[in-house]
Structures are given as structure tokens and as C-alpha cells.
């Protein structure tokens, strides 16, 4: 018995098995003390008001930083996770879509100030086989400063990254529909 559940778990459980996010990663903590300089930082989750809404789904969530005392700090933060496609998994050879692609993912945060400017992108859990150029430092720098006043564009003000196009284009993308939803929320509390 414990076999066919081992079996079917195998054939069934781990095409969909990708682990929860870890809203709680070591790499999120450290990089929140060093930038907003408070010593020990609390993450309060928000939720999404129904009015604002997102062209994708999301897969994260939002914190507002909270200092130890809790006073409000300045900060907002988003943790996410971005799926891209497996080497070859998102498109026939003819370039049709396939109808069930198999995809990898990798887990980043975007840390925001009040305005909902990004002070800081990084990527703490890449578990894609290939693209992993789009983690370093000095590419994610190219979002700080970013706000949704313009567009962000693969090729314009991102870089390309050859042999990385698909996280590229995936970091690239979640990083605009994120810094405007939460613009949008801030400007809806602020009403």
C-alpha cells in the first residue's frame, strides 16, 4: 500500500510540488536591516483591497515594514515568486504555445519607500536551470529608482541578458505589475 502511494505521489504530487515561499528567508532580513537601517524589522502583511487590480496572478505577498517599537517606518516590501519556462517547455518547435508547459521559478523580493519607488530588487531562491545571470546585483540594480511613471522595457532601460531572455522578460514584467499595484493601493488609502 505504502508503495502505490509512493507511486502516485511520484507520478502525480511532484509536477506540482514546488515548495511554498519562504516569506521568512534569511537574505530578506539582511537586506531590510541594511537598507532602511532599522535593526530589527517586522513585516505586517497587507491585503489587497478588491478595487485593485492585477493582469496576473499573484503569487506573493505584501508587507509594510514595522520597527520593533511599532512605529511605521517608510517601507513597503513584496515577496514573490515569478514561474518562467523550462528550456524549451513554453513553445512547440513551431513556436505554437503548449496547452500544459512545465515551468521552473525563482523567489525575489522588491523593497519600496512610501512612494512606492523601489529602493531594492533581489533574488534569494533561483530554482531554474537556466537564466541565472538575472540574479546579480549589479543587473537588479537597473529597478532601483523605478516608479510606474514609465514602462519598463526589455532592451531600453533592462538590460537584455543572452541565454537568460525568459527570466529576463519574467523579473522584468512582475516588477512593473508590482511597484503599480501597490502605487495603486497607497493612492487608494490615501483618499
Known amino acids: 500500500m505504502k508503495t502505490v502511494f509512493l507511486g502516485l505521489f511520484i507520478v502525480f504530487g511532484l509536477p506540482f510540488g514546488q515548495d511554498a515561499i519562504n516569506y521568512g528567508h534569511i537574505s530578506v532580513y539582511k537586506a531590510l536591516r541594511k537598507v532602511t537601517r532599522i535593526e530589527n524589522p517586522q513585516m505586517v502583511a ?41 528550456a524549451g517547455g513554453c513553445s512547440s518547435s ?11 521559478y525563482f523567489d525575489y ?13 533581489k533574488v534569494f531562491n533561483y530554482e531554474a536551470t537556466h537564466g541565472q545571470e538575472i540574479t546579480a546585483r549589479g543587473w537588479l540594480k537597473q529597478f532601483s529608482g523605478y516608479m510606474t511613471s514609465k514602462p519598463l522595457e526589455v532592451g531600453k532601460n533592462i538590460d537584455a541578458i543572452s541565454g537568460a531572455t525568459v527570466s529576463v522578460y519574467a523579473i522584468t514584467l512582475d516588477v512593473q505589475d508590482k511597484t503599480r499595484l501597490l502605487h495603486k493601493m497607497l493612492l487608494q488609502q490615501s483618499m
Do not use: H
Open 94 to 104: 513551431s513556436g505554437e504555445p503548449i496547452e500544459n508547459p512545465e515551468y521552473e
Open 46 to 86: 497587507l491585503k489587497l483591497p478588491p478595487t485593485v487590480e492585477s493582469n496576473e496572478e499573484i503569487r506573493g505577498k505584501y508587507f509594510r515594514i514595522v520597527e520593533t517599537n511599532g512605529k511605521n517606518s517608510q517601507y513597503y516590501l513584496y515577496i514573490g515568486r515569478v514561474n518562467s519556462c523550462r
Open 109 to 121: 523580493f522588491i523593497l519600496f519607500d512610501n512612494t512606492a519607488t523601489v529602493r531594492l530588487v
